[in-house]
């Protein structure tokens, strides 16, 4: 059974720092990552998806990597923003196929302070 | 619309009473899922549907928790006699044929 674990699980940094978060997966046999975030109350917006053939992806200020033979992925956000405080989650499909369930992990809260 | 839609937002239900939650898919988009949220966790998969046929239900954690999409579009998730241990954030999320998933806004699910 597939399990994602995501740390840590809160996080607070200074406006403009640079941070990561981690994602690791206990099966290596993905296709796909996706980073989505979820602000307080609300649904999730997807961020970035990485395909099993890419090593990175990235969306401005965010860049994700992925190493499916060590089953970890990262989500590198540079000069963070107060906008930016919300809890990020990734997720890996849990079967092949043209759409698959996703196994999420716990999220990862960030607070970014002025 | 260009997203995800999920209907009520918010739903508060004395124990035992039906519930019907609704969502409209982005047009276009022959997969469907629902996942559960409880506070402070990840969501988990519920079910998940390909056009009209209900390909995956092995998530639903009773009998109580029925779900259709019988015309491939909107998807209904009806739970029965609800109990407290059903009020979670309730998600639906849609794909095309290119695997990303869509969430739509949730709904907030209290049971009293």
Redesign the interface.
């Known amino acids: 059974k597939q399990e994602v674990t995501q740390i840590p699980a809160a996080l607070s940094v200074p406006e403009g720092e640079n941070l990561v978060l981690n994602c690791s997966f206990t099966d290596s046999a993905i296709y796909n990552l996706q980073w989505f975030r979820q602000d307080p109350g609300k649904g999730l917006t997807s961020l970035l998806l990485i395909q099993s053939s890419q090593r990175e992806q990235t969306s401005g200020r965010l860049n994700a990597s992925l190493d499916k033979s060590s089953g970890r992925s990262t989500l590198y956000i540079a000069a963070s923003q107060p906008g930016d405080s919300a809890t990020y989650l990734c997720a890996v499909p849990l079967n092949t196929g043209t759409a698959s369930k996703l196994t999420f992990g716990t999220g990862t809260r960030l607070q970014v302070t002025l | 619309g260009a997203g ?1 839609s ?1 209907s009520p937002r918010y739903k508060v239900a004395k124990r035992g009473q039906d519930v019907a939650l609704r969502c409209d898919p982005i047009s276009g988009h ?2 469907l ?1 629902w ?1 559960q949220q409880a506070l ?6 519920l079910t ?1 549907f ?1 056009n009209e046929a209900q390909l ?1 239900k092995s ?1 639903l954690p009773s009998d109580r928790f029925f779900a259709e999409r019988p015309e491939g579009s909107v998807s209904t998730l009806k739970i029965q006699r609800t109990q407290q241990e059903d009020s979670a954030v309730y ?1 639906c ?1 849609s ?1 095309s ?1 290119v ?8 709904t ?1 699910l209290t049971v009293t």
């Open positions: 995800v999920q022959v997969s899922f996942y402070g966790q990840g969501p988990e998969f998940y390909q995956d998530g998600l999320a794909s044929f695997y990303e998933q869509y969430f739509g806004p949730g907030r």
